[in-house]
């Protein structure tokens, strides 16, 4: 069954066709052709719900690489089931709200709608994968689509600077990620998750087994914004508001979730794993809510509660993984596991929230102009459907009934009260911190909802300070938000409809060994009302605290002010970047001078030092000449004159003189062919060697005067070091070559030349078709960057009268 590769393929395939589209039916928007992608994909992926509720898995394999164990493997499980239906089922939505928010005569649709399903695809294949190089492959595929997706409005500076920050920090840890990857492969040989899943246990004690795991985190760490890398997530709402639901709500930022939960059978029940990934997610919960509350721009608080959210769950799966620490998975240790389940609820619910939420930051904006909560208030009466899809998105995103946040909050607490009952990784001492600072985070959360919905709609309305007449958006841009908002409500009633059907399985894909243990079967009933306990009493805390600090707000913000303004990590970040840039400027320009000596002798120097001190550490110099032929008469004269040859091409008095030199040098080597009885070498060797002099004559015209150089002593001798050492080391190495025998030899390779290539003689064979193919892939790369050179005249700025670039042109 390859409709699971095909599923992963085609919105690759549709991209191809959309500028085709955008260019030929320029009166019909794009993106009602692009729409039947997503719904298309979400139809088809919604049939397994079924079949993966009972436990059945999917698999389907296409050949790629066989020979390295990298093939094309899709693997459709309860947890990538998820992924998938919130990709295809939000990034549907998302794609009707751009219909509607995007203009089709003054955006360039064809580029925005192509990015869009790169984006797509590649989250489906991060989904979907099974092989850790192919899914790397389609990790940094999500890196460079949203790079372009973010830096849409390329002429807009903030753009280009937020774009360069999410790529910059994203693909530095999907590079850490890769060595992990390799490092996992190397220890179990292996390229699957599967088999690494299944064998695991052999390799824990491993060398490289930590340093893999924290590798492996780095990339899902940075991919998900958590603490000390969420400096990208803001930077990238300078991206169109439906590319910034659809990062935030569904896809990018959740492929850093995905990683950890796809990972946890594997290192799981680990005392790194566990305190890592609990603590990471802990704080930047606490961090991205602390500071979602300052925020002006609407779309800036909801990144940083995108960033708080996100360290909720991942918390929840650092917490859930200890589970695995248990000899035994029983319902004692089942209890804890639970934590995993609540986080892969509350992923869901967070999708659905903040989507919508998101959607209606955009009409905001588009419908009045600004985003700048100081400039808004009073638009209920005004917006009073977006108001409505405002008030459910915030109270589910603070945890208020009836909605789904209110479940998934309530479950959180149960997990991180939980968790301080545990006796190991030393939990007594500090565990007690993971529930007051869930509990603080809480309040935060609360209060930055109700700034979000009461500072907008309630108030006194400003016209004077909106850029438009603020009204009610079209019914189609509604139409996406209301049936996420519709989805919140529905969780809230129905919430063991989604947890039968698609939490359960996610879970059993994350915590395999703990299904169907007995005395659990009442662990995964989601209920509103769980009677009176700590978790309601910590809910009704946060109610009561949030209100009063929400009433408190001007009394309290100065203290923000106590954080020196010079002491983040933006400005880390932006220090660091500069440092970098001006220093390696610096260096280039030392040793980047335009004078092909230098690079000759930097060249040579680096052959000598690298080279000698490689052998010189491996001990590989081994020369044994006992079994070698006895040296002719002529075979020796004949290296007597090319040596005497070779050392008149430096004192040559003249260009001509020089070039006939080189000639005879060539053509006394084909001698030596002859010789050794390979007159197709010979002949191949004569003809290189007239084409090479006839075109050295040709240029002969064209080139500059001849100039003998003027060099000074010293340098005349560190040259002559140089040339002698380099030729020293070439003949040395080339001797211990002719002795050594590591490795068996290649020659079997080419005995079935006549085969493979159609040639009667290995030299045609390597020269006209091996070595062929790799000269043209040479081209090809050529080709490529040719492309880009062209590409970036074409894309010259234009200059204005005072010859600065027009940005925006």
Request: net charge neutral; glycine share 8%; proline share 4%.
């Amino acid at each position: 069954m390859y409709m699971l590769n095909l599923a992963i393929v085609l919105p690759f395939i549709v991209a191809l066709i959309v500028p085709l589209l955008y260019k030929t039916l320029k009166r019909v928007h794009t993106g009602w052709f692009v729409l039947l992608v997503p719904i298309v994909l979400f139809i088809y992926l919604v049939q397994f719900i079924p079949n993966v509720a009972r436990g059945e898995v999917h698999l389907s394999e296409v050949p790629w690489i066989p020979s390295l164990g990298i093939n094309f493997t899709a693997y459709l499980d309860g947890l990538s089931l998820i992924l998938a239906l919130l990709i295809t089922g939000v990034g549907s939505l998302v794609v009707l709200y751009s219909i509607y928010y995007l203009s089709k005569e003054r955006e360039s649709l064809g580029h925005f709608y192509v990015y869009l399903l790169m984006f797509m695809g590649a989250m489906l294949g991060v989904v979907f994968s099974d092989n850790l190089m192919v899914l790397y492959l389609f990790w940094e595929l999500t890196s460079i689509s949203s790079f372009l997706l973010i830096a849409y409005w390329y002429h807009r500076r903030q753009s280009r600077y937020g774009a360069q920050k999410s790529m910059l920090i994203t693909v530095t840890g999907g590079i850490g990620m890769l060595a992990g990857f390799i490092m996992l492969s190397t220890m179990m040989d292996t390229f699957s998750i599967r088999e690494i899943i299944a064998n695991v246990s052999q390799y824990t004690d491993h060398t490289l087994f930590i340093p893999a795991m924290l590798l492996v985190l780095l990339g899902a760490f940075t991919k998900s914004a958590q603490f000390p890398f969420h400096i990208w997530l803001p930077d990238a709402m300078e991206a169109p508001t439906p590319v910034s639901a659809y990062l935030h709500s569904a896809t990018m930022v959740k492929a850093g979730i995905y990683l950890v939960a796809r990972f946890t059978p594997v290192f799981g029940g680990d005392a790194v794993w566990f305190w890592v990934v609990s603590i990471v997610g802990i704080v930047t919960l606490f961090w991205g809510s602390f500071n979602a509350v300052r925020q002006t721009d609407l779309k800036a608080l909801l990144a940083y509660s995108t960033i708080s959210q996100l360290g909720l769950i991942m918390s929840l799966l650092g917490i859930g993984s200890a589970a695995m620490y248990f000899d035994v998975a029983n319902a004692e240790s089942a209890v804890y596991s639970m934590a995993i389940f609540t986080a892969l609820f509350h992923l869901v619910n967070h999708s659905t929230f903040k989507g919508a939420l998101f959607m209606v930051v955009g009409i905001v904006d588009h419908e009045t102009g600004t985003r700048d909560i100081r400039k808004l208030g009073g638009l209920m009466a005004i917006m009073p459907v977006t108001f409505t899809l405002a008030v459910v998105g915030s109270f589910a995103m603070a945890g208020l009934p009836p909605f789904n946040g209110f479940l998934s909050k309530e479950m959180f607490f149960t997990g991180v009260l939980d968790v301080t009952q545990l006796s190991f990784f030393s939990i007594d001492t500090w565990g007690m911190l993971f529930p007051v600072i869930a509990w603080i985070a809480s309040v935060f959360t609360f209060v930055y909802s109700m700034i979000l919905v009461f500072k907008t709609f309630l108030g006194k309305h400003q016209p004077e300070k909106l850029e438009k007449t603020a009204h009610e958006a079209p019914i189609g841009m509604l139409i996406s938000p209301v049936i996420l908002a519709s989805l919140v409500v529905v969780f809230f009633f129905f919430p063991n409809v989604i947890g039968d059907y698609l939490i359960q399985p996610g879970y059993a894909a994350v915590m395999p060994a703990f299904v169907g243990v007995e005395g659990t079967e009442t662990m995964f009933n989601i209920s509103a009302w769980h009677g009176v306990n700590t978790e309601l009493l910590m809910t009704l805390g946060v109610i009561g605290f949030g209100i009063v600090l929400y009433q408190l707000w001007p009394k309290w913000q100065g203290v923000y002010a106590l954080f020196p303004r010079k002491l983040t990590l933006d400005n880390l970040y932006n220090y660091s970047l500069i440092t970098v840039e001006n220093q390696s400027t610096k260096m280039t320009n030392r040793y980047m001078t335009g004078n092909m000596y230098h690079y000759m002798v930097y060249i040579f120097i680096a052959i000598i030092v690298v080279v000698t001190g490689a052998v010189a550490y491996t001990g590989a110099i081994q020369i044994d000449i006992s079994d070698n032929a006895p040296i002719s008469i002529y075979e020796g004269f004949l290296a007597v004159v090319m040596a005497i040859t070779a050392l008149a091409i430096p004192f040559a008095k003249s260009r001509l003189t020089g070039i006939l030199l080189n000639g005879v040098l060539g053509y006394l080597l084909a001698l030596f062919f002859v010789f050794f009885r390979a007159p197709d070498l010979a002949l191949t060797q004569l003809v290189v060697e007239t084409v090479s002099a006839a075109l050295f004559l040709l240029c002969f015209y064209f080139l500059p005067e001849w100039e003998k150089e003027k060099r000074r002593p010293r340098i005349k001798v560190m040259n002559a070091i140089i040339a002698v050492s380099v030729g020293t080391l070439v003949t040395v190495l080339a001797l211990s070559v002719q002795s050594n025998r590591f490795f068996e030899s290649i020659s079997s390779f080419y005995e079935n030349a006549y085969e493979l290539a159609g040639a009667q003689n290995i030299v045609n064979a390597i020269l006209g078709d091996f070595r062929a193919f790799d000269t043209m892939l040479e081209v090809v790369v050529l080709l490529i960057a040719g492309l880009g050179v062209y590409v970036l005249i074409k894309l010259k700025p234009k200059k204005d009268e005072r010859g600065q670039d027009v940005e925006g042109e």
